[in-house]
């Protein structure tokens, strides 16, 4: 039991689904507010999935398409880059951006803003290190992931307790927030890819 509980407080730290409030609202401003929801909703579910996948098969999925686990921390890096980027200098990003306006599907809200390199690789090391708690792992996500969907799917109400105000200023801040995450997972991914390739 213990083991469930730390791996789920920290699977729902790793996510942290009050950081990712104002990065979906801003991803979200152009879809109409009656969908809003229903995205958020369907993100969610496909984040799920691709978490429980990478928990039960995710060596073997790298491993078949001939890539590594640094790659996921270099490609999530960019990703985060952009996004932040865009949050802290509105327009920089439009053209990179401009895909999401209507309807963002899969990237970057289910990945990598949910489903992101650090959960990812949490679960895969969880998994390769102690098989036979798969499900005790495969338990915990899913309690980290229910309480993630409550907070974001309830995020519109939390956001009018703010303000439009509040919601700028904390926008700028998750916004450096996001640059200086993704810099560092883009370096942790060089590192760790130098590493594999000298060991």
């Known amino acids: 039991m213990d083991d469930f509980i730390k791996v789920a407080?920290?699977?729902?730290?790793?996510?942290?689904?009050?950081?990712?409030?104002?990065?979906?609202?801003?991803?979200?401003?152009?879809?109409?507010?009656?969908?809003?929801?229903?995205?958020?909703?369907?993100?969610?579910?496909?984040?799920?999935?691709?978490?429980v996948v990478f928990l039960f098969a995710g060596e073997s999925i790298l491993s078949a398409l001939g890539l590594k686990q640094p790659a996921l921390q270099v490609t999530s890096g960019i990703i985060l880059f952009l996004i932040g980027l865009?949050?802290?200098?509105?327009?920089?990003?439009k053209k990179?951006?401009?895909?999401?306006?209507?309807?963002?599907?899969i990237v970057p809200l289910a990945m990598p803003m949910v489903a992101g390199p650090s959960a990812l690789a949490t679960l895969m090391i969880f998994a390769s290190k102690q098989p036979e708690k798969i499900h005790i792992w495969w338990g915990a996500l899913t309690l980290a992931w229910v309480l993630c969907f409550i907070i974001l799917v309830s995020s519109k109400y939390l956001?009018?307790?703010?303000?439009?105000?509040?919601i700028r200023a904390v926008e700028k801040l998750i916004g450096m927030l996001l640059i200086m995450l993704s810099v560092q997972f883009f370096l942790d991914g060089v590192m760790a890819y130098i590493k594999l390739g000298s060991a």
């Open 9 to 51: 407080v920290m699977l729902f730290m790793i996510i942290d689904p009050i950081g990712n409030i104002p990065i979906f609202n801003r991803i979200l401003r152009h879809v109409p507010e009656e969908r809003r929801g229903l995205v958020i909703i369907r993100e969610l579910i496909i984040a799920y999935i691709i978490l």
């Open 159 to 166: 956001l009018r307790l703010i303000g439009q105000r509040g």
């Open 86 to 93: 865009d949050i802290v200098f509105p327009g920089s990003g």
């Open 96 to 105: 990179t951006l401009d895909a999401e306006k209507e309807d963002p599907f």
